[in-house]
């Protein structure tokens, strides 16, 4: 059964720092990773997603990376805005699963 | 907009009665998902449709849940004597393999109180 979780669970930084987001899972056979954005009250935003081939993807001032031999992977902010601010939320399905397993996420606020 | 869509957005019942929700998914997406999400918790999944065949229920979903999906287009999240534990977000996402490789859409959910 797969397992995720997300370090830290909550995150406040000012305006314009880069930050790093954790996420480990304890299946390493996922067919793919994906990170989500969760405003409150909200449904879902699909951010990245990462096939198990892949090492990354990048979208914007976003960068997510891959490492399937350690379970785990990092979502990368760049120049951190306050829009930024919203619950983060990776998954990973188990072996052989397309039903994705969801961490807590981690809580960001960016302050001006 | 051809994104995923749920209604209603908000329901508010007492407890006993039966709740049914509508989930729309993205219209060539062959997979449809319902999650449950309770604060400060990540999605959980409750059950998997691919086309019109229901293919997974977790262990979560008892008795008094039922899901459908007809003709392989919308689905519907029915809640039977529902209870104040059953209070959380419904969540709904569809996908399809190929070129988006199961990546997951979202829609805006469903907002379950019981009182």
């Known amino acids: 059964k797969q397992e995720v979780t997300q370090i830290p669970a909550a995150l406040s930084v000012p305006e314009g720092e880069n930050l790093v987001l954790n996420c480990s899972f304890t299946?390493?056979?996922?067919?793919?990773l994906q990170w989500f954005r969760q405003d409150p009250g909200k449904g879902l935003t699909s951010l990245l997603l990462i096939q198990s081939s892949q090492r990354e993807q990048t979208s914007g001032r976003l960068n997510a990376s891959l490492d399937k031999s350690s379970g785990r992977s990092t979502l990368y902010i760049a120049a951190s805005q306050p829009g930024d601010s919203a619950t983060y939320l990776c998954a990973a399905p188990s072996g052989g699963s397309y039903i994705p397993t969801f961490g807590r996420g981690t809580s960001l606020i960016v302050h001006p | 907009d051809t994104g995923v869509s749920q209604n209603p957005r908000h329901k508010i019942t007492k407890r006993g009665q039966n709740v049914t929700f509508r989930c729309d998914p993205i219209s060539e997406h062959n997979r449809l998902y319902w999650y449950r999400q309770t604060l400060g918790q990540g999605p959980e999944f409750l059950t998997y449709?691919?086309?019109?065949?229901?293919?997974?229920k977790s262990r979560l979903l008892s008795d008094r849940f039922s899901a459908e999906r007809p003709k392989g287009s919308f689905s519907t999240l029915e809640i039977q004597r529902t209870e104040q534990g059953d209070s959380a977000m419904y969540l709904c996402?569809?996908?399809?393999?190929?070129?988006?490789?199961?990546?997951?859409?979202f829609g805006p959910g469903t907002r379950l109180t019981v009182l």
């Open positions: 299946d390493s056979a996922i067919y793919n």
């Open positions: 996402a569809s996908s399809s393999l190929g070129r988006s490789h199961n990546e997951q859409f």
């Open positions: 449709f691919q086309n019109e065949a229901q293919l997974e």
